[in-house]
């Protein structure tokens, strides 16, 4: 039996998946609830495991971090998928969670717990997945699977030996979390005396981001795209499609460089035939603004200019009274 655990109000509900590097399996390992227990585990073992998991989410959905390290135990660790980064001490798990909680988005958790099982005395190991959802009435949960491993104290109060990330879990909608979060809104820019316009937002079934850009000039016609972003399971990887209503198409991978700049590769067909590519870069500049540059661009195989353009978030009209 699979059971979530959160102090969200109405928060019973997340979906399965998600992912968020700064909350990788540390975050709420030890979420112990009573109906994931064997039945022949001991009733004491069952309120120590389910104590601390109430200890831990009131912590971690306080935001405070004290409180959360005390929960470990004094050589306490954490540990990513590879093992490349480790934290290791109560003093460093505590800096940690710091530097979450200082987030401006950060998040609220529910935990899934799989199974928990008693593998000797005072010792404990724990499967499932923890779903952070950052603020904001439309924000998407991610989510990661973890193992934690739970001991007991002198004191008879279990706490979190080691937890490791075991991979993230997120689903399509989860997997666009962070870069949703980046790019909805509407958005514009002029480039040699071409005004860009752009929007993007999630499509009804909550899986895709969707986007339309209108560029106009003075002596053009208009030319709309029509932009389309989802997450493909084979590759690992998000993926967009754009359709110009003069009847050119792309498809581009999307890579994140970074916390605040993405790469994407794309390649495409002209409306009169010809073959397109170019290496693409968004780097966000805070939520207002980023810079769009577009190099090695091939038309059927002769190279162009480099582009690039700063590109500003729209200020919303004022409402009608």
Not at 62 to 85: C, M, P, R
Not at 199 to 216: R, V
């Amino acid at each position: 039996m699979k059971t979530r655990i959160s102090t969200r109000s109405g928060a019973t509900s997340y979906p399965r998946g998600m992912k968020t590097k700064l909350l990788s399996a540390g975050l709420a390992l030890a979420l112990i609830p009573v109906s994931s227990l064997r039945a022949e585990e001991a009733a004491p073992e069952m309120a120590g495991l389910e104590k601390a998991a109430t200890d831990f989410v009131a912590a971690f959905n306080k935001k405070d971090a004290a409180a959360v390290a005390a929960l470990f135990t004094e050589n306490g660790e954490i540990t990513d998928l590879d093992a490349s980064e480790i934290t290791t001490g109560r003093a460093d798990i505590q800096a940690r969670y710091e530097a979450i909680f200082a987030a401006p988005k950060a998040p609220q958790v529910a935990i899934e717990v799989d199974s928990v099982r008693l593998v000797g005395k005072d010792l404990a190991i724990e499967d499932g997945t923890v779903h952070s959802t950052p603020p904001g009435e439309d924000a998407v949960p991610t989510s990661m699977n973890y193992t934690a491993v739970l001991q007991k104290n002198e004191a008879g109060v279990w706490q979190i030996a080691s937890t490791r990330d075991r991979g993230d879990a997120s689903d399509a909608a989860g997997e666009l979390a962070g870069l949703a979060a980046d790019l909805k809104g509407d958005w514009t820019t002029q480039v040699d005396g071409m005004r860009i316009d752009v929007a993007f937002g999630w499509d009804d079934s909550g899986k895709y981001l969707i986007g339309e850009m209108l560029a106009t000039a003075p002596d053009a016609e208009p030319l709309t795209t029509n932009i389309r972003i989802g997450w493909d399971p084979a590759h690992q990887t998000i993926v967009w499609w754009t359709f110009d209503d003069g009847g050119g198409f792309s498809k581009g991978d999307w890579t994140r460089l970074s916390d605040d700049k993405w790469m994407i590769h794309t390649e495409g067909t002209t409306a009169d035939g010809e073959l397109t590519s170019a290496n693409q870069t968004l780097t966000f500049e805070g939520d207002e603004a980023f810079t769009w540059t577009a190099s090695e661009r091939l038309v059927d195989g002769e190279k162009q200019p480099d582009v690039e353009m700063r590109v500003v978030r729209q200020t919303p009209e004022p409402a009608v009274k």
